[in-house]
């Protein structure tokens, strides 16, 4: 299945009750954020996060985890850009 796809299955941006723009497993109320806290905070495993939440499924969860993948590079090269722009 396409990445692209996958992620877009699984992960939807909607507004919380603030108004704000956030990111939340599909037809879920858990955040993106609740899920990187687990895992990249609390070093959580994929099957204890499942284990913690099982109305998510590990499809969901892995989604969430090639997304912050993406961001963390996406953000690390944006920094190395930024440092070599610096006098």
């Not at 609740?34 to 939440?53: M, N, Q, R, T």
């Not at 499809?59 to 993406?70: F, K, L």
């Amino acid at each position: 299945m396409n990445m692209e796809r996958t992620l877009i299955q699984h992960i939807e941006i909607r507004k919380n009750r603030a108004g704000h723009d956030r990111a939340f497993v599909a037809g879920t109320r858990v955040r993106v954020q609740d899920i990187y806290g687990d895992s990249e905070v609390l070093g959580k495993s994929p099957e204890e996060i499942v284990a913690a939440l099982p109305h998510l499924s590990m499809a969901q969860v892995y989604a969430h985890c090639r997304i912050t993948s993406i961001t963390a590079t996406t953000f690390s090269t944006n920094c190395a850009k930024m440092n070599s722009l610096q006098p």
